[in-house]
């Protein structure tokens, strides 16, 4: 049982370039999200999903893109990255049948943008 | 507007002691309070849940509060040590809100000294 998985744990991008973060789950969880956490602003939701094929804003959205295909996964997208998306980026899971049931966190992707 | 604040930045206390952190919230309406652990360069990890009609909750040397007329979560450790060190971070819903959906404090990074 791994977890939450994400993919790449580093990566350094020029600023306009494009890529994806992904995350996966095992748990058979409904629900993922994506974070970032910056210093001195804690953690901040980016998007969410409450099931396959359904995909949500959260409180900084912009700049991003998600999509679950499929349960387990959930990608973020960065079309063009800018130098304010230098972050640390963390992908979470829960169950959806029963209300306040903790989040599963991963272990993170630290992403420079130059 | 809503704001999660969480007691200063750093704690710093002996070995032995009771470390006390302090959640308050403003302007959400929670139906439950988490507190997660956070170690350096990882992913958060969910400690306890509270919810809105339990006033205690303990596991092993950790108790949580929640009073929710003052709006306001306290998070014990009791006889901490070294490995306590951490930064701890308190997490609430808001009735209204997706169901899942967590919002979280800054952080109180403690330390624990021998």
């Known amino acids: 049982n791994a977890g939450v998985t994400q993919t790449p744990k580093f990566r350094v991008l020029k600023t306009g370039q494009s890529m994806t973060l992904l995350c996966a789950q095992d748990m058979n969880h409904e629900y993922m999200y994506w974070y970032r956490q910056d210093p001195g602003m804690g953690l901040r939701l980016i998007h969410y999903s409450v099931g396959e094929g359904t995909t949500a804003k959260g409180e900084v959205p912009d700049g991003y893109n998600v999509s679950r295909l499929k349960k387990q996964n959930f990608l973020l997208g960065l079309e063009s990255a800018a130098p304010s998306q230098t972050s640390v980026y963390f992908c979470?899971?829960?169950?959806?049948?029963?209300?306040?049931?903790?989040?599963?966190f991963g272990p993170g992707t630290r992403l420079t943008v130059t | 507007s809503q704001k999660i604040e969480q007691n200063s930045e750093a704690l710093n206390i002996q070995e032995g002691k009771t470390a006390t952190l302090t959640c308050n919230y403003t302007n959400y309406s929670p139906a439950y309070l988490q507190w997660y652990r956070q170690d350096p360069g990882r992913g958060p990890v969910f400690l306890l849940l509270?919810?809105?009609?339990?006033k205690e909750k303990r596991k092993e040397r950790l108790k949580v509060t929640f009073d929710t007329t003052l709006k306001q979560s306290l998070f014990h450790i009791t006889a901490s040590q070294p490995a306590d060190s951490a930064t701890y971070l308190c997490?609430?819903?808001?009735?209204?809100?997706?169901?899942?959906?967590?919002?979280f404090g800054r952080g109180t990074q403690l330390t624990v000294w021998p």
């Open positions: 979470a899971s829960s169950y959806l049948d029963r209300a306040g049931d903790e989040q599963y």
């Open positions: 509270i919810r809105e009609n339990e």
């Open positions: 997490a609430l819903d808001d009735r209204g809100s997706t169901l899942g959906r967590l919002y």
